[in-house]
């Protein structure tokens, strides 16, 4: 990384355009940075590296498939760093490339925007939801889900810098940046966002949901109940460590909140690390049925993944 992030805690901004600076700003620093887009370089934000860049910038239009594939060839022998944009939907058509990459030990990098129903009015066949589940199951896929501004621009330059294929899952609405310039991020560590020797349950989400549980954390701190947030910033490797102490900490009782489907997704990723450890409850919230077009606000509660469902939540497993 040329320089650390230029954001403050506080300013809003969506991780999908994060990306598209980081990519900018990467490639003023290495000439070995190329970009290929899916004819979505407007939505994605990889117009940013065009402008600037536009001799290593590859339009491969709407067709996914072509586009990873440009991608392997470009990245053989490591003569370039690619980075390919599109829906993170879209990636679905290109699967079979995508897996023979993995078998082949490419190192590429995919990175996938308008994850989940935050995507709200621009329409559900655009919505990611079953994005994690399928690169989840790509062997030695590393799989980053940032949650402001500072941990994207620091996945975008992990990722550069990381042996084979990496995937980097973006969102569309602004989100508050919660991390300042200097906080340093490794792959298979999650931050502990909030915590105190009090907290009665660990909330673990990221993306769009961690801003809800902080939020939901605000107001249940106003009851008198502490609540541990865990951003995990890579799905895979999860940091099972972090999560498992943290489960200890908070008496089992642990509850995930994605915008994703529950297949496949964050909280099976959580039960799989806690697994064989006694006495941890796993809570899931995520995204069920098919989804709708709406305003982000009224998408994440109709699909229960929003402030007040992880209220609920919360009180529900202190019940029990």
């Known amino acids: ?3 650390p992030p230029a954001y403050k805690v506080g300013d809003k901004i969506a991780t999908q355009k994060t990306y598209g600076l980081a990519l900018a700003k990467m490639g003023r620093a290495n000439e070995r940075v190329i970009v290929l887009s899916g004819d979505t370089m407007n939505s994605t934000f990889s117009e940013i590296f065009r402008k600037e860049h536009p001799e290593r910038f590859i339009e491969c ?38 897996r023979m990459g993995a078998i082949s030990q490419a190192n590429i990098n995919l990175i996938g925007s308008h994850c989940g129903v935050s995507t709200g009015e ?77 907290d009665k349950v660990t909330v673990i989400g990221a993306g769009v949901t961690l801003h809800e549980a902080l939020a939901a954390a605000d107001h249940l701190s106003q009851q008198g109940i502490s609540v541990r947030v865990i951003d995990p910033f890579t799905i895979k490797p999860l940091d099972a460590t972090t999560i498992v102490a943290s489960a200890k900490a908070t008496g089992g009782r642990v509850i995930t909140v994605e915008d994703h489907y529950r297949e496949g997704g964050i909280g099976e990723a959580v039960c799989a690390a ?47």
Request: some cysteine; charged content about 15%.
């Open 122 to 198: 621009d329409g559900v066949s655009q919505m990611a939801l079953e994005d994690l589940a399928m690169f989840r199951s790509i062997p030695s896929c590393t799989v980053f889900y940032p949650s402001d501004a500072i941990s994207t621009e620091h996945a975008v330059y992990l990722a550069a810098n990381t042996k084979g294929m990496c995937f980097i899952r973006t969102s569309q609405p602004e989100t508050a940046v919660i991390y300042t310039p200097q906080e340093n991020f490794e792959i298979g560590q999650a931050k502990v966002v909030r915590h105190s020797v009090n």
């Open 1 to 3: 990384m040329p320089s």
């Open 61 to 98: 239009v709407i067709a996914e498939q072509n586009m990873v594939s440009v991608a392997l060839g470009c990245a053989t022998r490591r003569q370039t760093i690619a980075f390919a944009s599109a829906f993170a939907a879209f990636f679905t058509r290109a699967f079979d490339q995508l």
């Open 274 to 320: 806690v697994s064989r450890e006694p006495d941890i409850r796993v809570h899931q919230l995520a995204v069920s049925g098919v989804p709708q077009r709406g305003k982000t606000s009224e998408l994440l509660d109709m699909f229960g993944i929003s402030t007040r469902h992880i209220i609920a939540a919360v009180m529900l497993i202190l019940m029990r």
